[in-house]
T-cell receptor
Framework: QKEVEQDPGPLSVPEGAIVSLNCTYS??????FMWYRQYSRKGPELLMY????GNKEDGRFTAQVDKSSKYISLFIRDSQPSDSATYLC?????????????FGGGTRVLVKP | NAGVTQTPKFQVLKTGQSMTLQCAQD?????MSWYRQDPGMGLRLIHY???????DQGEVPNGYNVSRSTTEDFPLRLLSAAPSQTSVYFC???????????FGSGTRLTVV
């Protein structure tokens, strides 16, 4: 079983809808949680970063971490066609050598005009 | 400010050939890593470095070598290419203050 699980999708939504993405993980030592967005044939880019539990909001994006359930979420409000991409969750342990990340497999999102 | 620069963007190798994937960053980041991305497998860590002269293995290090003689550069060497190394390779860098990694645009490698 993988340390970080993520539904591969694809997740198709109409423009303006809320996109809901999530990951589950098994290692309780993970303390840093991130979401990356990856457009086709591009490198991942960091969207959101959260330390430990709680919520974080940045514009149309909200990240949530529930460490008791080992579950993290990303919500995209008022989705746009430009949000069509693969979204990767990633996490790391506190004081991990080199800040090593463990990634989920990614969820492909398609926002239809 | 270029960020993380990878060269080449595309490469085709024959089985048994060797090559070096180049990676450079201009953000003075201490940490650098190499990942490979395969369909259904996500991003997997090959090697990483916590500073000049210090490297260590990740999850899938076999068939790859790295060195880090400067803070800026972190090349990845394929010693004897195999078809199983066909993949997209990403270099990434991070500061010690764990705010996530900055990725390069990737190298698409095909081994025939």
């Amino acid at each position: 079983q993988k340390e970080v699980e993520q539904d591969p999708g694809p997740l198709s939504v109409p423009e303006g809808a809320i996109v809901s993405l999530n990951c589950t993980y098994s290692n309780s030592a993970f303390q840093y949680f991130m979401w990356y967005r990856q457009y086709s044939r591009k490198g991942p880019e960091l969207l959101m970063y959260t330390y430990s539990s709680g919520n974080k909001e940045d514009g149309r994006f909200t990240a949530q971490v529930d460490k008791s359930s080992k579950y993290i979420s990303l919500f995209i409000r008022d989705s746009q066609p430009s949000d069509s991409a693969t979204y990767l969750c990633a996490m790391s342990r506190i004081k991990a050598a080199g800040n090593k990340l463990t990634f989920g497999g990614g969820t492909r999102v398609l926002v239809k005009p | 400010n270029a960020g993380v620069t990878q060269t080449p963007k595309f490469q085709v190798l024959k089985t048994g050939q060797s090559m070096t994937l180049q990676c450079a960053q201009d953000m003075n980041h201490e940490y650098m890593s190499w990942y490979r991305q395969d369909p259904g497998m996500g991003l997997r860590l090959i090697h990483y470095s916590v500073g000049a002269g210090i490297t260590d293995q990740g999850e899938v290090p076999n068939g790859y070598n790295v060195s880090r003689s400067t803070t800026e550069d972190f090349p990845l060497r394929l010693l004897s290419a195999a078809p199983s190394q066909t993949s997209v390779y990403f270099c990434a860098s991070s500061s010690t203050a764990n705010y996530g990694y900055t990725f390069g645009s990737g190298t698409r490698l095909t081994v025939v």
